[in-house]
Structures are given as C-alpha cells and as structure tokens.
C-alpha cells in the first residue's frame, strides 16, 4: 500500500499557492493520476513524490499524451520574487511519467520571448525528436511543436531545453522523466529529487548576469543556493517512517556544480543509473553525481529520528584550506514503526550487454583565449561549435572512446541517443558500473568509454556544464543506419 504522503500535500499546496493559475493538466499528481479502467493493461503507474505528475490526456493504454507550454514565471526564494521560465509555470517541470514501450506524444508551445527546443535526456529516440536545434528548427515564440517518441528502456531521465541551455535551464526550464518496469518491486514511496543549485542575487531580486564573471566562464555557473524540486533545499523536513524503504529517483539538473552525496540515519543502495536497473546493485558511501547523470537509490529506514541526504561541497575557509561543506539536500523526521523489510531485486537484464570495442577514437577537451565574446573558447578535437562531425560510426558500431581532458576545469561529457560503460581505472568519478549517457572528465585526466553506436542518427557530443557548451564545447557523432 502506498501513503499518502503530508510532504506531497506541502509541496502541491506551495505550488498551487504561487500559481493559482496553472493549467488544470497539471493539478494531478500520481496520487490521484488516472486509475487503470477495464481496457487498462494491470500495470498500474507507481506514486511519484517531488512534484506534479502531467496528466495523460489520451485513454490508449500505451499512448501517453501530455501538453508543456514553456512560459516566463514568478518564483520565490526566501522571500524574494525572481523572473524565473517554467514549463507549465512550474519550476522544475510536472514529471513525465510512462511505462516501457509507451508511445509519448508532447505538444510544446512556446511562450517565451526567445526560441527553444526540448531535449529528453537518455531516451534513445530518433534524432528528430531530440531537441537538437541543427536539426529541428527551434519552436519559435507562439508556436507550438509536437514531439513524438516511443519509451524503449525503463529509467529516470530529465527534460530541457537545446537553445541558450546556459540560460533556459537555470532559469528553470527542466523536468523530470520517469520510465516504470513492470518488473521493478513496489517501493512504499517513490521520490523524485531533482537537485539544482540557482545563483541568486538576493539584494535586488535577479540573476546575476550570464557569462558574467571569469569563474563561470572557467568553471560554469555555480548557485549560491542548493535547491531540491525548485525548493531551498534546507528549510523543509519532510516525514518518513521507521521499516519502509523507498526508491529515489535522483538528477543532477545543475548548471555546472558535481554533487557528492552521502546519506545520514538511513541506510541505501544503489539501484539503478543512467541507462535503467542495474543487474546488480551495489552499495557505496558517497556517491558521486556529475551534472546531467542519474541515480536510483533504494533506501531503508532502520531507525526511527533524523535522516539527512547531505551535498558535500568544496569551500575554502579562514586560513585559505580547501574544506568539505555538508548541505542537507533532503531532510527527513523518520516516525517509529518496524524493522525495514527486505527488498527482492530481480535479475534486470540491461538494454545492451557488455562488449568488446572494435576501434578506438579520442576526443581532446580544451580551452583556448579567443578574441571574441568573452575572450575563451571551449573545444573538442580543437574546435569551438565543430559544424562537421567528430566522427561517423556505422549503426551496431563498438567504439572506445579516450576522453582527454588537457585543462583543469572537469567536463561532464553527454553523448545523446546512445548509452556507454565507463572503463573503470579505480578512481571514484569511473567506478560507475551501469549503462551511462554523461562522464564525468576531472581536470587534467583521461576517461575512456565503451559506446554502443546502436541508434542511427546525428547525436549532439558535448559538455553538460552548460556554460562550457554554450562557449563551443558542442559538436556532432554520426551514426550512420545500416543496409537493411
Ligand atoms: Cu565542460
């Protein structure tokens, strides 16, 4: 049985309160989402807690049909109203929730001043449906397009836009996707936490400018704010109770910060990543989270008190050390109850097995001072915004891809369409097992990754710290489809 959750109530009541004009669409949760009628399949949609879930306008039982305006919005941080976009004046976005091997329909209208596109972060669709504005023409303001696509693996994804990212995304405009199994186990609650950081300026109640400063030029942009669902992260505790075990779906949605999580009073393990279920989950103390990457934990709640899920984040203090500050990003009052119960994975067999690369590529990450714009330009292979492609694979295609970072800012590298393993050489950032579609690559090291080149298409390569893409760390990988 699954609890209605008090937190959800909070939530759902300070977002409709903020916007008492949202579209009726979105007032739905999972909690009060469409019941399965006769003509339904018996695989009922999980609860989902952390927002709003879009509710499915088509009565097809594998047809999920949902509407996002991308629109300007007003939001508040600690007393203080921002000019923020939403989609659907929600920041973050209603989830998008379906099963595998739905048909999800998107019809996006544009309200917004400037153009934009919406990427689907993960999904393995064709590259018309991508986002990509070199292939799309990008929604103009006033129009409306109608995204296509079909649901082919379970996972926690997210949604954004393709166009001025650097800008759109942490002004809010980003969702989360959730794709169910049904063979995954119940969970007593599913909770959704898109982690974010926003960088404010609190004195006058606006974003500092863009590009505005050589940090966020060098490092991308980082918030002096952490938020949990577009919420500061720390002023809310929610509940919990004592022998349940939950599933988060956790995203990095930040422009540029890594996340280094760790959890206290609780114990998890970790479920899933990227590309779905993992075959076998595994436990770790501290995870690490670079932008644009996902992971599902399944977390118990042995004892009954507090429960923190902590950031731990670099700072320098008095006397100039470089130290580790703890954030609670998520704070729990755990009730008594009972010893948590056991929960059975089964054996998930991954969308793509394991397998040998046939060639090796190598692709430079750097930077350069340019004469133009803001005096620096980030490259791949030595080209800012590369209009050729990188490489061109032939579908089906094993290749082993060297990520050579010869800078000391990290990259977090996100090829879309495809999934790949991070080759593990026992440091932290590539002991990721899983299917991956983002890397981290720290300063100054290599990163190599076994990509399977099995969706056809042209797939944007770039670095999800989206200051680094906007200033030319954004090029192209053909897959060429095979003779059928
Ligand atoms: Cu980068």
């Known amino acids: 049985m699954i609890l209605v959750p008090l937190a959800l109530t909070f939530l759902l009541v300070t977002a409709c309160s903020s916007d008492p004009a949202a579209p009726a669409a979105d007032a739905g949760t999972a909690d009060s989402a469409p019941s399965p009628d006769s003509s339904a399949p018996a695989f009922e949609l999980p609860a989902l807690w952390g927002a709003p879930v879009l509710a499915d306008s088509d009565d097809a039982p594998d047809v999920v049909s949902v509407k996002l305006v991308a629109e300007k919005t007003k939001w508040t941080l600690d007393g203080v109203e921002y000019d923020m976009l939403g989609y659907n004046g929600k920041l973050p976005g209603p989830i998008l929730q379906a099963k595998v091997g739905d048909e999800i329909v998107v019809e996006l209208t544009n309200k917004l001043d400037e153009p934009t596109t919406i990427h689907w972060h993960g999904l393995r669709i064709s590259d018309q449906m991508d986002g990509n504005p070199r292939i799309q023409n990008p929604v103009k303001p006033g129009e409306t397009f109608t995204y296509r696509f079909r649901a082919r693996e379970a996972g926690t994804y997210w949604y954004h836009p393709h166009?001025?990212?650097?800008?759109?995304?942490?002004?809010?405009?980003?969702?989360?996707?959730?794709?169910?199994?049904?063979?995954?186990?119940?969970y007593d609650r599913e909770r959704v936490l898109l982690l974010d950081d926003v960088l404010v300026d609190d004195k006058n109640g606006v974003l500092p400018p863009f590009l505005g400063s050589h940090p966020e030029i060098m490092h991308g942009r980082w918030g002096n704010r952490l938020l949990t669902n577009g919420q500061a992260s720390s002023r809310v505790t929610h509940t919990a109770k004592q022998g349940n075990v939950e599933r988060w779906r956790i995203v990095n949605t930040a422009n540029a910060r890594t996340m280094e999580l760790e959890i206290k009073g609780a114990t998890f393990r970790v479920i899933g990543t990227d590309g779905g279920p993992l075959e076998k989950p595994y436990t770790t103390t501290r995870l690490l989270v670079p932008v644009g990457q996902r992971y599902d934990l399944e977390v118990s709640f042995?004892?009954?008190?507090?429960?923190?899920?902590?950031?731990?984040?670099?700072?320098?203090?008095?006397?100039?050390?470089?130290?580790?500050?703890?954030?609670?990003?998520?704070?729990?009052?755990?009730?008594?109850?009972?010893?948590?119960?056991?929960?059975?994975?089964?054996?998930?067999?991954?969308?793509?097995?394991?397998?040998?690369?046939?060639?090796?590529?190598?692709?430079?990450?750097?930077?350069?001072?340019?004469?133009?714009?803001?005096?620096?330009?980030?490259?791949?292979?030595?080209?800012?915004?590369?209009?050729?492609?990188?490489?061109?694979?032939?579908?089906?295609?094993?290749?082993?891809?060297?990520?050579?970072?010869?800078?000391?800012?990290?990259?977090?590298?996100?090829?879309?369409?495809?999934?790949?393993?991070?080759?593990?050489?026992?440091?932290?950032?590539?002991?990721?097992?899983?299917?991956?579609?983002?890397?981290?690559?720290?300063?100054?090291?290599?990163?190599?990754?076994?990509?399977?080149?099995?969706?056809?298409?042209?797939?944007?390569?770039?670095?999800?710290i989206l200051a680094h893409a906007e200033l030319g760390m954004m090029s192209e990988m053909v897959v060429k489809p095979a003779q059928k």
């Open 163 to 186: 166009v001025n990212s650097n800008q759109q995304v942490e002004r809010g405009l980003y969702g989360a996707i959730v794709i169910h199994s049904p063979d995954a186990p119940r």
């Open 302 to 464: 042995e004892q009954a008190g507090k429960v923190e899920l902590i950031s731990v984040t670099q700072s320098v203090d008095a006397n100039n050390q470089l130290v580790e500050v703890p954030y609670a990003v998520l704070s729990l009052d755990v009730a008594a109850g009972e010893a948590p119960r056991a929960v059975e994975w089964p054996a998930f067999t991954p969308p793509i097995g394991e397998r040998q690369a046939t060639r090796t590529v190598t692709v430079e990450l750097n930077g350069q001072q340019v004469s133009t714009g803001v005096g620096i330009a980030w490259t791949m292979n030595g080209q800012a915004n590369a209009k050729d492609p990188l490489f061109t694979f032939d579908e089906g295609e094993t290749v082993r891809i060297k990520l050579i970072n010869k800078a000391g800012p990290e990259h977090p590298f996100h090829l879309h369409g495809q999934f790949f393993r991070i080759v593990s050489d026992g440091n932290p950032w590539t002991d990721q097992p899983g299917l991956k579609d983002t890397v981290l690559v720290p300063g100054l090291s290599t990163v190599e990754i076994i990509a399977y080149l099995d969706n056809p298409g042209r797939w944007m390569a770039h670095c999800h």
